[in-house]
């Protein structure tokens, strides 16, 4: 038995369920309600929705259950993690680039899911104070406007979400965060599924449900592919060594299939419904499905100025989606403070200070491409990447290539480099089931991935 050094300080989740919110809540988040629907529009819809689909099931899934047996097998940080499976299992070193990658990814990606974040707080503020009431889709659409062109207030947001994130990381009070969101996950959902009842009033609910569920493939382009492959990873979480870190304090008896599937059922059913309540919302207002990232800020505050009762599902509503924001961003924070509190010897505050620090320093990047750096295309000058700004290319570096690539080496480590010596127990499938895992993890996952990156690149 290899040292398991956060399972013998007895340091283990209390519970499966405790894990499941704890897993849960970084998948929840604004991967979901933010980011799913408006990748959605742009992309064309229905196509989109299925490819995406099949990646969660195909390649997100089966990626799922192995980041966290290997998380659990090595017991610690994910550099650590790696580096003590790559000896226990005597296979090449190499691989530990899937706990440096994990550290890179996970800061990158705060940099700019902190900024959105804070988006999420002006709009709790908005709906509290009854901005959106009686205003039509070009007030709200200009309030939105407004927001992104003044880099200072998206600045100040930015910054207080941040500070919120790292104050918990610091202080070590995930706990109490993570009992909270049994609670607030499933307001989250109820309200969802409140809006979603609205939307079928507003008179384009079967409008929606076409554009989100009939395929249409002369919509869908390769990069399309990529970007639903890319999100696949990003709403799960995967590849990023963040579901390895807390796999590490899974204890033994926990079946680690099932649970992965839990954790992906729920993470789809809420990306599902926030897009079934944003998209009526759209096609009644006349608005245009691919307008990007403030889709659900337009669209939303749109109904709750007009429903009754509306102050209070708004302010609720942003309320919630900024908790799910702030456990997904504490996930992201994890890799980072570990590898200063492991490499650096420095303090778990100094960690998550100095951090933090430097991702909110990284984020003003992101603050900066919605307004003076807007029409600044770092890369533009190669095709592929024309018309992108730093939040694109940050947004396109992580979620479409470090974190399907991390996937996909921990697909190829579980399934070809880890002994097959009690792996189905370890992962909590028998017989058929296991076999059939096996091969899905060993060819189908890595080949489904390299074959989306071989397409994009010729
Ligand atoms: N899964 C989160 C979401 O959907 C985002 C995330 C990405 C969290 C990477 C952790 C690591 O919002
Ligand atoms: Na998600």
């Not at 995930?174 to 009033?201: D, Q, W």
């Not at 002994?419 to 028998?430: F, H, K, S, Y």
């Amino acid at each position: 038995e290899t040292v398991h050094a956060h399972q013998q300080a007895g340091n283990l989740w209390t519970s499966r369920l405790a894990f499941i919110m704890a897993a849960a809540g970084s998948a929840v988040g604004l991967g979901n309600i933010w980011k799913f629907p408006y990748i959605t529009g742009e992309n064309g819809g229905g196509a989109f929705v299925l490819v995406y689909l099949a990646c969660i099931f195909l390649i997100g899934v089966p990626v799922l259950i192995a980041e966290i047996m290997l998380g659990r097998r090595g017991g610690q940080s994910p550099i650590a993690t790696m580096r003590t499976l790559t000896q226990t299992e005597g296979t090449a070193k190499g691989w530990r680039i899937i706990g440096w990658n994990g550290v890179v990814a996970s800061f990158l990606v705060l940099s700019f899911y902190a900024v959105i974040g804070g988006w999420a707080l002006v709009y709790i503020g908005k709906a509290a104070v009854g901005m959106f009431v009686g205003a039509d889709a070009e007030a709200i659409g200009g309030q939105f406007n407004n927001l992104l062109a003044n880099p200072w207030e998206l600045l100040l947001w930015h910054s207080v979400f941040m500070a919120i994130v790292v104050f918990i990381v610091a202080r070590g009070i995930r706990s109490g965060l993570e009992k909270a969101v049994g609670i607030l996950m499933p307001m989250l959902f109820l309200l969802l599924i409140v809006m979603v009842i609205y939307a079928m009033n507003s008179g384009s609910f079967g409008r929606a449900v076409e554009f989100m569920f009939s395929p249409d493939f002369s919509r869908l382009t390769t990069e399309g592919v990529l970007i639903a492959l890319g999100h696949a990873a990003f709403t799960l979480s995967i590849g990023i060594g963040v579901l390895m870190a807390y796999g590490s304090y899974l204890p033994k008896n926990i079946n680690i299939a099932r649970t992965a599937m839990t954790i992906a059922v729920l993470d789809t059913g809420v990306a599902l419904l926030a897009g079934l309540a944003i998209f009526p919302l759209v096609f009644a207002n006349g608005l245009e499905p691919g307008a990007g990232p403030g889709l659900i800020f337009v669209t939303l505050p749109l109904a709750f100025g007009q429903m009754s009762g509306g102050i209070i599902f708004g302010t609720l509503f942003f309320a919630l989606l900024l908790v799910a924001a702030i456990t997904s961003a504490i996930s992201m924070l994890e890799p980072v403070v570990e590898w200063l509190e492991e490499h650096k010897g420095a303090s778990r505050i100094k960690s998550a200070l100095g951090g933090g620090i430097a991702v909110w320093f990284i984020g003003i990047g992101t603050v900066l491409s919605f307004n003076v750096w807007g029409e600044v295309y770092p890369l533009g000058f190669m095709g592929f990447f024309e018309g992108k700004t730093v939040f694109d290319l940050l947004d396109f570096l992580v979620s479409n290539v470090l974190m399907p690539l991390g996937g996909m080496a921990i697909a190829l480590f579980a399934g070809w480099a880890v002994t097959r010596d009690g792996l189905a127990e370890d992962i909590g499938l028998q017989g058929g089931a296991f076999n059939a895992f096996m091969l899905i993890l060993k060819f189908v996952t890595p080949a489904g991935i390299a074959t989306v990156f071989l397409y994009n690149l010729l």
